[in-house]
């Protein structure tokens, strides 16, 4: 009789075991890219081209996930990141999303660079319902998820930050006259919407309007026209090469307007330094995140943590870069999505756990400024602070500002 109880027994705890594993197996869903063991992570950069100094972008965040693998991965299992150069090429990127949805079978395309090259692949991913996740770029549009629920951008957007220039000119300088340099694509005209929308009925501050192709090798006669028109303000909505060129003529026509370029193009290391600091003394911008040139971070606990993996993980970086500081503040983000997903990696969970961000505070980012999110809000950095150059280095002026500001 005892052994039949205990056999009872026995066989009623097999059952739940059983049940209890088998209920454990059952929470862990996968779509295609995710495994057991493995994730699969897809990414396009401008490896070449005119927009090539992002590259390092792309670089950065191959060896933020190296670090992750090698610290045991994400909840066990290893990132795989495949990375495609597009050449800040629409064509080319709608090419490399195919490949990299289709061929790879990535879970996600993660960063991809640029407005014009995710215009292009948006309405293909959307409708294959892979996630556009934390795209490089500041449109306004990537913040439609009624429209587009598996786009979620991740820099501040172009137009808040241009409001936050309207608001400053508004007040510091009501008078000046304003030349507006900008590339002829949606980044640009993006750039140029917020200005006009924050200048609102002093809008005719701007007294010159002109455009320029990424196909040009140069826009030196671009600096000569506009120096002509008289302008004593000049804003520069240009990418990191252009941005150079600009504050090279400049110096060199001899034109000293207060010069105000746009984040995108802000890096010491692949802009300012090549254009010569002494030319950059005084250029205006607005920032979210930590400079890596600047010695009051040397011994803040988030960029200590980001000096310690580029010393292991990509020694060649250049730390003055800000596209090294904007890939690993990324691919942090990333990382922690994919931790929140927990077990349940498939495409709809991790767009669920990226519109849920609360107040997530990656390393680089500036004190103060937080991630966000939500199902209606998908714009998860919306603060900057503005900054001027000095010596070798941005210096922080001014309050953090929500770039959503009423005109």
């Not at 890219?33 to 005119?50: F, L, Q, R, V």
């Not at 110096?251 to 600091?277: D, T, Y």
């Not at 998860?380 to 309050?399: A, H, V």
Request: neutral net charge.
């Amino acid at each position: 009789m005892l052994s039949t109880t205990r056999s009872a027994a026995f066989a009623t705890a097999l059952i739940a075991s059983i049940a209890v594993s088998g209920s454990a197996l059952a929470q862990k869903k996968y779509d295609t890219g995710a495994s057991d063991t493995e994730i699969k992570i897809g990414n396009i950069m401008p490896y070449s081209g005119p927009a090539s100094a992002y590259g390092v972008i792309g670089k950065t965040e191959e060896a933020y996930f190296k670090k992750i693998n090698a610290e045991g991965g994400i909840n066990g299992r290893k990132i795989t990141f495949v990375t495609y150069d597009d050449s800040y090429s629409p064509p080319k990127a709608v090419e490399q999303a195919r490949k990299l949805v289709e061929s790879d079978e990535v879970l996600v395309v993660f960063n991809p660079l640029g407005t014009p090259s995710n215009s292009a692949i948006q309405k293909y991913l959307n409708s294959k319902k892979i996630p556009q996740l934390f795209v490089a770029t500041g449109a306004t549009k990537w913040n439609e998820p009624k429209d587009f629920p598996w786009t979620i951008g991740w820099q501040p957007s172009y137009q808040s930050e241009a409001r936050i220039y309207a608001k400053f000119l508004m007040k510091e300088k009501p008078d000046g006259k304003i030349a507006v340099f900008y590339q002829n694509d949606d980044f640009g005209k993006d750039y140029l919407k917020g200005l006009k929308d924050g200048l609102g009925a002093k809008a005719s501050m701007i007294v010159a309007e002109e455009s320029y192709e990424t196909s040009e090798p140069s826009i030196d006669s671009h600096i000569v026209k506009l120096k002509a028109t008289g302008a004593d303000v000049f804003i520069s909505i240009t990418t990191p090469k252009f941005a150079a060129q600009a504050i090279k003529k400049i110096a060199e026509v001899e034109w000293r307007p207060l010069h105000i370029v746009s984040n995108v193009s802000a890096s010491v290391g692949s802009v300012i330094k090549p254009a010569g600091f002494e030319n950059a003394q005084g250029i205006l911008s607005a920032n979210y995140a930590k400079d890596g040139a600047d010695a009051q971070w040397d011994n803040d606990p988030g960029m200590k943590k980001f000096y310690e993996f580029l010393a292991k993980y990509y020694p060649e970086a250049n730390k003055l870069d800000g596209s090294v500081v904007y890939g690993y503040g990324a691919a942090q983000t990333m990382v922690k999505v994919l931790e929140m997903c927990g077990d349940d990696l498939t495409r709809a969970n991790v767009m669920k756990q990226a519109a849920s961000l609360k107040d997530f505070a990656p390393d680089t980012l500036l004190p103060g400024v937080k991630i966000n999110t939500s199902a209606k809000d998908f714009a998860p950095i919306e603060q900057l602070q503005m900054q001027r150059f000095k010596g070798e280095k941005w210096e922080l002026f001014g309050d953090i500002i929500s770039g959503e500001l009423s005109n």
